[in-house]
Nanobody, 118 residues
Framework: QERLVESGGGSVQAGGSLRLSCTPS????MGWFRQAQGEAREFIAA???????WYKDSVKGRFTISKDNAQNILYLQMSSLKPEDSAMYYC????????????????WGQGTQVTVSS
């Protein structure tokens, strides 16, 4: 199985936008997580093969998860960024059957850093 690779992180000012990418997006169930320095990893967004999406409350309306099935890319469009969004962002994936059985993603990327300055 191919390794997940994230890209698109960087440094922006508050109110700015970034789009994170993750390849390949060939898994049925995929998600984004983040981990700030000294904090636990937290769920941000998820998308299933039927297109259903889920979001952490604090990012609803600001972040959008999507998949480009032709290009096999998972995206996380982030807008109206806040300093508290600063973290390492990770892509995660698995088959939906496995995720339904375990409640966990079995495949993870190495992360891409997002830093939002005030």
């Amino acid at each position: 199985q191919e390794r997940l690779v994230e890209s698109g992180g960087g440094s922006v000012q508050a109110g700015g936008s970034l789009r994170l990418s993750c390849t390949p997006s060939t898994y049925g169930c995929m998600g984004w997580f983040r981990q700030a320095q000294g904090e636990a990893r937290e769920f941000i967004a998820a998308i299933a093969s039927d297109g259903n999406t889920w979001y952490k409350d604090s990012v609803k309306g600001r972040f959008t998860i999507s998949k480009d099935n032709a290009q096999n890319i998972l995206y996380l469009q982030m807008s109206s960024l806040k300093p508290e969004d600063s973290a390492m962002y990770y892509c995660a994936a698995d088959s939906c059957s496995s995720f339904a059985r375990t409640g966990q993603y079995g495949h993870w990327g190495q992360g891409t850093q997002v830093t939002v300055s005030s």
